[in-house]
């Protein structure tokens, strides 16, 4: 098993991953103010930028325009996906085996956990297999890890966020993305229960250039080892920019207003 730190999809200890399965996730919907975004070659061009190390992609993107990128950018191929239509418990359908991410160029693969769903058992035994093909092929696994189901909707109370961290280092995974719990001390709290394993900041919906970026310096003051990002970088007119400022401060850990000052 080749050590997290020595994967590409990790640039000194952190990372930062460019999220863009929302087409299926969410649908066209997220598109809409960026109507020119819907072209997934668009935000590929956008992971070139040296601040990100991985793009996350399902499989057909990755079939149908990794190709022109492969040499500029590190695939993270998430192997499960639901899409919004889907009116029952959260769950989410493995639609791609590790065997195949592999084929196609995958440096990582990504896998949706939805803890406290009714179909948490039957998402563990899946990741379980996920997990242990994965390590046959030296691929690191970075776990959507989000508690959800019946009583326990989109959330993002501290002691749920410290849970979903440790689910991800109990269960094998390199990386666990969770949603931002609220305060730097509970971020903190959710990162020491993840052991030694790596937990990044999931992005979440599009906000202000400082509002955004004061919460990933605190993520990261907290312990977290980086961003899974979407909608707050290619939604923006200028992903170029804030991705200028996410380097000083995810990396170089300088404040949120002096990153933000120096891409002025
Ligand atoms: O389930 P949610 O919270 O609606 O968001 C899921 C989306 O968020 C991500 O995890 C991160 O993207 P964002 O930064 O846009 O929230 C995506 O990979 C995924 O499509």
Same mark, same amino acid.
């Given at each position: 098993?080749?050590?997290?730190?020595? !994967?590409?999809?990790?640039?000194?200890?952190? !990372?930062?991953?460019?999220?863009? %399965?929302?087409?299926?996730?969410?649908?066209?919907?997220?598109?809409?103010?960026?109507?020119?975004?819907?072209? $997934?070659?668009?935000?590929?061009? &956008?992971?070139?930028?040296?601040? =990100?190390?991985?793009?996350? +992609?399902?499989?057909?993107?990755?079939?149908?325009?990794?190709?022109?990128?492969?040499?500029? +950018?590190?695939?993270?191929?998430?192997?499960?996906?639901?899409?919004?239509?889907?009116?029952?418990?959260?769950?989410?359908?493995?639609?791609?085996?590790?065997?195949?991410?592999?084929?196609?160029?995958?440096?990582?693969?990504?896998?949706?956990?939805?803890?406290?769903?009714?179909?948490?058992?039957?998402?563990?035994?899946?990741?379980?297999?996920?997990?242990?093909?994965?390590?046959?092929?030296?691929?690191?696994?970075?776990?959507?890890?989000?508690?959800?189901?019946?009583?326990?909707?989109?959330?993002?109370?501290?002691?749920?966020?410290?849970?979903? &961290?440790?689910?991800?280092?109990?269960?094998?995974?390199?990386?666990?993305?969770?949603?931002?719990?609220?305060? $730097?001390?509970?971020?903190?709290?959710?990162?020491?229960?993840?052991? %030694?394993?790596? +937990? +990044?900041?999931? *992005?979440? !919906?599009?906000?202000?250039?400082?509002?955004?970026?004061?919460?990933?310096?605190?993520?990261?003051?907290?312990?977290?080892?980086?961003?899974?990002? *979407?909608?707050?970088?290619?939604?923006?007119?200028?992903?170029?920019?804030?991705?200028?400022?996410?380097?000083? =401060?995810?990396?170089?850990?300088?404040?949120?207003?002096?990153?933000?000052?120096?891409?002025?």
């Amino acid at each position: 098993m080749i050590p997290i730190d020595d !994967s590409p999809i990790v640039r000194d200890g952190k !990372s930062l991953i460019l999220a863009m %399965d929302h087409g299926l996730e969410h649908g066209p919907v997220d598109f809409e103010e960026v109507p020119q975004k819907l072209d $997934p070659s668009t935000v590929f061009e &956008t992971a070139t930028h040296d601040a =990100v190390t991985a793009m996350a +992609v399902q499989k057909g993107i990755a079939e149908g325009y990794y190709p022109s990128y492969e040499d500029d +950018v590190n695939l993270l191929l998430k192997v499960n996906g639901t899409s919004n239509l889907w009116m029952g418990e959260y769950d989410s359908a493995v639609n791609c085996s590790v065997d195949y991410a592999a084929e196609i160029g995958a440096d990582a693969v990504g896998f949706t956990l939805y803890g406290g769903s009714n179909h948490e058992v039957e998402m563990a035994e899946e990741f379980r297999n996920v997990q242990e093909d994965a390590r046959e092929h030296d691929l690191p696994v970075v776990m959507w890890s989000y508690p959800r189901g019946q009583g326990l909707k989109n959330d993002t109370k501290p002691e749920v966020i410290s849970y979903a &961290t440790r689910l991800g280092l109990e269960l094998g995974a390199d990386i666990a993305k969770v949603k931002y719990p609220g305060s $730097p001390d509970a971020m903190e709290h959710a990162c020491k229960a993840a052991g %030694d394993m790596k +937990v +990044v900041m999931s *992005g979440g !919906s599009k906000t202000s250039d400082y509002e955004f970026l004061s919460t990933v310096e605190a993520a990261v003051q907290a312990g977290a080892k980086g961003l899974a990002v *979407g909608r707050n970088v290619w939604q923006r007119e200028d992903p170029t920019r804030i991705l200028d400022a996410l380097e000083k =401060v995810i990396y170089e850990e300088e404040p949120a207003e002096d990153a933000l000052e120096a891409t002025e």
